[in-house]
């Protein structure tokens, strides 16, 4: 039997689009991670306006306040003690955004760090027709591992942070809309 292809040649093409099929789908991983980031820093922001309006309620003792954070009625007082524990209650939510935000800043890095990684291989790859070592394709299979592993957590977070933003927006809405009748209640 004559082989008209050297296996090794087959094996190495097969790798390199494996490899660019993997450097699209981390770019693509990375580029929902960006996504998710930008959503969690507008909740954070969000959560600092709800914060910084309760802050103003509760200095204002001459406003009436309306149950959309205590279960108030509209025509009762605000209670400064539920204004005040709310106030801390966001404020220990914003400590934790901020600190997602933080945690998703470094995660980041290290998905473009790994996307770098891979476009490196792929340009070793598409300039040298040398065989890997043993031990450097088990690294680059272990962080195309990774990569998709990580591919699936950013997708599954992404969606779950979408569907929470939905409803933290309604809630945003609800709110600014009970805070204008409160105003017209006042005047």
């Given at each position: 039997?004559t082989?008209?292809?050297?296996?090794?040649?087959q094996?190495?093409r097969?790798q390199e689009?494996m490899?660019?099929e993997y450097l699209?789908?981390?770019q693509?991983?990375?580029?929902a991670?960006k996504?998710?980031?930008q959503i969690?820093?507008?909740?954070?922001?969000l959560?600092q306006?709800?914060y910084?309006q309760?802050?103003?309620?509760?200095e204002?003792?001459?406003r009436?306040?309306?149950g959309s954070f205590?279960?108030?009625s509209?025509?009762?007082k605000?209670d400064p003690?539920?204004?005040?524990?709310e106030?801390?209650?966001?404020?220990?939510?914003?400590s934790?955004?901020k600190?997602?935000?933080t945690?998703?800043?470094?995660e980041?890095?290290?998905?473009?760090k790994g996307?770098?990684?891979l476009?490196e291989?792929?340009?070793?790859?598409s300039?040298?027709h040398?065989n890997?070592k043993l031990?450097?394709?088990?690294a680059?299979?272990?962080e195309?591992?990774t990569i998709?592993?990580?591919?699936?957590?950013?997708?599954k977070?992404?969606?779950?942070?979408?569907q929470?933003s939905?409803?933290?927006?309604?809630?945003?809405h609800r709110?600014?809309?009970?805070?204008?009748i409160?105003?017209?209640d006042t005047v």
């Amino acid at each position: 039997l004559t082989q008209i292809e050297d296996p090794r040649e087959q094996w190495r093409r097969e790798q390199e689009r494996m490899l660019k099929e993997y450097l699209i789908v981390a770019q693509e991983a990375l580029n929902a991670k960006k996504e998710i980031y930008q959503i969690k820093q507008q909740r954070f922001e969000l959560a600092q306006e709800e914060y910084q309006q309760l802050h103003r309620m509760c200095e204002d003792d001459t406003r009436s306040y309306t149950g959309s954070f205590s279960g108030y009625s509209a025509n009762t007082k605000y209670d400064p003690y539920q204004i005040k524990a709310e106030i801390a209650s966001r404020r220990d939510r914003l400590s934790r955004l901020k600190r997602e935000l933080t945690q998703m800043k470094q995660e980041l890095q290290y998905k473009e760090k790994g996307v770098e990684t891979l476009q490196e291989i792929d340009r070793k790859m598409s300039s040298a027709h040398t065989n890997y070592k043993l031990d450097e394709a088990q690294a680059i299979m272990s962080e195309l591992r990774t990569i998709k592993k990580a591919i699936c957590t950013g997708e599954k977070e992404r969606r779950d942070l979408m569907q929470d933003s939905v409803s933290k927006e309604a809630h945003i809405h609800r709110f600014l809309g009970l805070e204008h009748i409160i105003g017209e209640d006042t005047v």
